[in-house]
């Protein structure tokens, strides 16, 4: 009898360190999250599930997402993050970087310009053929403005220190910082890298071509 007690107890103890472990991991250093939405299209689809690297922006407490140990680097442009939706701080966001802090953001006619530059988007693709005209207010505070007004002609605006402007490659249907402002760096939660699994709910199939594609 003591010997069943003592194997149940080292089970227990196995049990306990791998679920401790797997905690850890994903608080601190690679995670795993579910794709929603459309607004990452063609780049990520409804139903993929990805990998995020949470170590290359640095470690933050999940708390108050201060740096602890390690600070990490900047993200780099026209790379793929998950954030903290700054509108609804329960929810993750997934969108592209698109200015670093004190660009300035342009856009006329979907095309979107950084510094005066235009940025080349071969990722992107747009839905909608019509672009809405320039008005004064998306000059003036574009951020003030709901629905569509500002989507297509937008700014310019520079990015305050110690925030990012970001986008969804599914442009005209992807709900982002035209419409909703920056994200602090603090709460980036890290650098998207791997589809591992990808499964379409439209036709209950697995899209065997997509598992162990890289996120660029």
């Not at 993750?92 to 006329?108: N, S, T």
């Not at 986008?167 to 419409?179: Q, T």
């Amino acid at each position: 009898m003591e010997d069943f007690w003592e194997k149940v107890w080292d089970w227990v103890k196995s049990i306990a360190l791998a679920l401790v472990l797997a905690l850890f991991i994903r608080t601190f250093f690679v995670q795993a999250y579910k794709i929603p939405s459309g607004s990452m299209i063609p780049t990520l689809l409804i139903g993929d599930h990805i990998l995020v690297n949470k170590m290359v922006y640095g470690i933050r407490d999940p708390f108050t997402r201060r740096p602890i140990l390690y600070h990490g680097r900047l993200p780099r442009r026209q790379e793929v993050v998950v954030f903290i939706y700054p509108l609804n701080r329960k929810l993750d966001f997934i969108k592209r970087v698109i200015g670093l802090p004190g660009d300035v953001i342009m856009i006329r006619n979907k095309r979107v310009y950084v510094n005066g530059k235009l940025l080349r988007e071969p990722y992107v693709q747009h839905t909608d053929p019509r672009v809405y005209p320039l008005r004064e207010v998306c000059v003036r505070d574009p951020f003030s403005v709901s629905g569509s007004l500002c989507r297509d002609n937008f700014g310019p605006v520079r990015v305050p220190p110690g925030y990012i402007f970001v986008m969804g490659d599914n442009r005209d249907e992807s709900y982002d910082s035209r419409f909703w402002g920056f994200v602090p760096l603090r709460d980036l939660k890290g650098k998207a890298f791997l589809i591992y699994f990808s499964w379409d709910p439209r036709t209950f199939h697995i899209r065997w071509r997509r598992i162990g594609k890289l996120i660029h």
